[in-house]
């Protein structure tokens, strides 16, 4: 100390973290949490640096993302087993939500399970997913999720369900690509090819 003043050694600091995807998973599907209550967890996240977000919007229970082109699958009476039926996110307060989250250095990755975890989605639609019909629901349902997420990646699931639709999968991830984006699924779980990203859940 001279004169009032401090005076500190000069020295460089190097560091990074051990990892390069540092993630938490919401499970928005079987319990809606508030877009407010969402940003205040983003802000803890960020002080531990954590950078990515996996928001899992469909689940069993609940439908929780806005499409516009099928609004049958926010609707409240077609969900079921969950304490907040009808609770789901606009198109606004996602986009409000990923650039909350850009501007803290997460990014988020949806996911749209399927073909499992899908019983809102039946209820809903009237159709099983692993049908002509289905697929063409889900591919309108990609088309908005591309246009709300600008994250490279979208997980589409493939866990805990009997695939007896052969191309479901092979087609489905054929779509998500054509958007640009690299597909996670589930590991265990059905990986169609060898270019997926396997997130392991067991």
């Not at 699958?73 to 606009?90: I, S």
């Not at 250095?105 to 639609?125: K, Q, T």
């Amino acid at each position: 100390k001279k004169a009032g003043k401090v005076v500190v050694a000069g020295c460089t600091v190097k560091d990074w973290p051990a990892f390069v995807t540092r993630g938490v998973m919401l499970d928005v599907g079987r319990n809606y949490m508030s877009p407010k209550f969402i940003k205040k967890q983003v802000e803890r996240l960020a002080h531990y640096k954590i950078n990515v977000l996996h928001f899992h919007c469909t689940e069993d229970p609940a439908w929780r993302l806005q499409i516009k082109k099928h609004p049958e699958l926010t609707e409240a009476k077609y969900h079921w087993k969950t304490r907040q039926p009808g609770k789901h996110y606009t198109h606004e307060e996602i986009k409000d939500l990923v650039a909350f989250c850009a501007e803290r250095h997460i990014e988020v990755i949806p996911e749209i399970d399927m073909p499992g975890h899908s019983e809102a989605f039946r209820h809903a639609m009237g159709v099983d997913m692993q049908t002509e019909e289905g697929i063409k629901i889900l591919k309108d349902v990609i088309d908005e999720v591309v246009e709300l997420f600008p994250s490279n990646k979208i997980h589409i699931g493939s866990d805990e369900v009997r695939i007896k639709m052969k191309k479901f999968m092979p087609t489905m991830v054929e779509y998500v690509r054509s958007k640009g984006k690299e597909v996670i699924v589930w590991s265990p779980g059905l990986q169609p090819d060898k270019q997926v990203i396997k997130m392991h859940w067991g």
